[in-house]
């Protein structure tokens, strides 16, 4: 895939890192002679010095046979320019634009549809939805669903005397009553595929996949609450705490602001009526106290200064433990001091940012190239989550999971069959119109065949024709 980059900023440089270990060409394009000739040693890439919004320059990046232009400016003008003048020039290239202004979001559907522009992206608003879906689920770190909700994958610490330490995985069902598969389980930064004789240990991190109900059940169990929560502190209030707090809004919880600008308060007072907004700096800890962080059911840290936000969201775990945390940090240059620090979920705007990105790029990819349908990094990119839609023939349909040789970094931990959600066991089988959800450490599985074992002979039987499973 041939690919143009304009904006070699933050999320310029993430997604020209992340895409360039992949089957992409890619060219960057930055008014910076020093950004761009950093990203092209770092990277595999082609770097271009120049105005992304010129014809001429485009033209020698090789508009004219690129798939896909991303513009990252800090410009959310020339960044829909960039994307105007890449649909004159190409022949049904995708583009996709950053825009962070709040009126090219409301405007978006029109701007989508007028300007031929595939995909619109608010970083600030990404982040904000991301934090609000954590903040629905208090104790999750991370939430990924499947099959228009039908499916989810959580991840979740093991905190205190859970009930999972020092239990191995074949008697957590049994036990809790639940009917839950773990997939992944993150232990001293290493990403582990789990076998029934896996045995938890406090501190780990660990995902699961199952439906709604059952992962509220699951929660439930462990002594985990996983209901919403009530209310909220939110420290800061700039782009992504407006966009937090309207959508907090409407999920009906108390929201209170603290900021230290007393404009910004004037026009969020006015902008989100339900919400509390105080001036009041964030630095003084008495008025921290004085306004609830002690009994707040969440805290999250949003000023524009990253340690400031580390800062007060130590400061939040030392007033109040048992509360949820979310902690905004611009740069993730040293994410293993991060992990280490007891800052409840990181949130990164410009890594979400280019994830989205990426996520739609990868989306183009397969429906080329591959018959992977989604690819979603857990537990910090160290493994990842496949979902595959299966369509006509295979030679693995109609065999028990237990007969084929799977690769041993791989699990396949949901099955989703005529809207029904199930974990699979080695006597269930795949069939064709299933949507299978597969979990790997194993980067570059792209066709179903590759969830095998390399090299893994295929037994006669696999070859058989497709028939329904009336067990199903």
């Given amino acids: 895939m041939n690919m143009i980059i304009v904006g070699c900023g933050r999320i310029g440089s993430t997604l020209a890192e992340e895409l360039s270990q992949e089957d992409c060409d890619i060219t960057v394009i930055d ?28 033209e020698e990046a090789g508009i004219a046979a690129c798939d896909v232009l991303i513009a990252v400016t800090g410009l ?9 003048i890449a649909k004159k020039a190409g022949h049904g290239i995708t583009t996709i634009a950053r825009v962070r202004d709040f009126t090219y979001h409301e405007e978006r559907t029109y701007l989508q549809q007028s300007l031929g522009i595939s995909m619109l992206l608010n970083p600030e608003l990404t982040a904000a939805t991301e934090i609000a879906r954590r903040l629905r689920t208090p104790k999750a770190i991370d939430i990924t669903t499947f099959a228009e909700g039908r499916a989810e994958l959580l991840t979740f610490s093991l905190e205190g005397k859970s009930p999972l330490a020092d239990l191995p995985i074949s008697r957590m069902n049994q036990r809790l009553g639940t009917d839950i598969l773990v997939c992944a389980v993150e232990r001293n930064r290493k990403a582990i595929i789990p076998k029934g004789d896996f045995v938890f240990q406090t501190g780990d991190k660990v995902s699961i996949v199952g439906s709604p109900q059952s992962t509220s059940l699951f929660f439930q169990r462990i002594g985990i609450a996983s209901g919403q929560a009530r209310d909220t502190m939110i420290l800061g ?14 999920m009906k919880i108390n929201i209170k602001i603290l900021e230290a600008d007393e404009e910004r308060c004037a026009y969020l ?19 921290l106290l004085e306004e609830g962080l002690e009994s707040a059911q969440s805290v999250v840290a949003l000023t524009n200064v990253d340690e400031e936000n580390m800062m007060l969201s130590m400061l939040a ?31 990164c705007p410009r890594e979400l940012a280019a994830r989205q990105i990426a996520q739609y790029i990868r989306a183009m990819q397969n429906s080329m190239n591959s018959s992977v349908e989604t690819n979603y990094p857990i537990l910090d990119g160290k493994a990842e989550v496949l979902s595959f839609r299966l369509e006509g023939a295979s030679p693995l349909f109609n065999v028990p999971l237990m ?18 959600v199930f974990n699979p066991r080695g006597s269930d089988c795949l069939m064709r ?20 074992r390399p090299g893994a002979a295929l037994r006669s039987r696999l070859g058989r024709p497709v028939e329904e499973d009336s067990r199903r």
Avoid: W
């Fill in 433 to 452: 119109d299933d949507t299978m959800i597969v979990v790997t450490s194993h980067k570059g599985i792209r066709e179903l065949t590759d969830i095998l």
């Fill in 31 to 58: 008014t910076r002679r020093d950004r761009v000739q950093q990203i092209a040693d770092n990277c595999d890439v082609m770097g271009m010095v120049g105005n992304g919004t010129s014809f001429q320059l485009l």
């Fill in 237 to 250: 209030g700039g782009r992504i705490a407006y966009y937090l707090a309207s959508q907090l809004a409407g």
């Fill in 76 to 84: 959310d003008e020339v960044n829909l320019l960039c994307c105007v």
């Fill in 269 to 287: 007072s006015e902008a989100i009526p339900s919400a509390m907004v105080i001036h009041a700096s964030s630095r003084d800890r008495d008025v």
């Fill in 403 to 420: 007969e084929l040789p799977l690769r041993d970094d791989l699990l396949v931990s949901a099955i989703i069959r005529k809207g029904r």
């Fill in 317 to 347: 775990s030392i007033y109040n433990p048992k509360g949820k945390r979310v902690t905004k940090v611009s740069d993730m240059p040293f994410s293993e001091v991060l992990e280490r620090m007891d800052l409840g979920s990181v949130i």
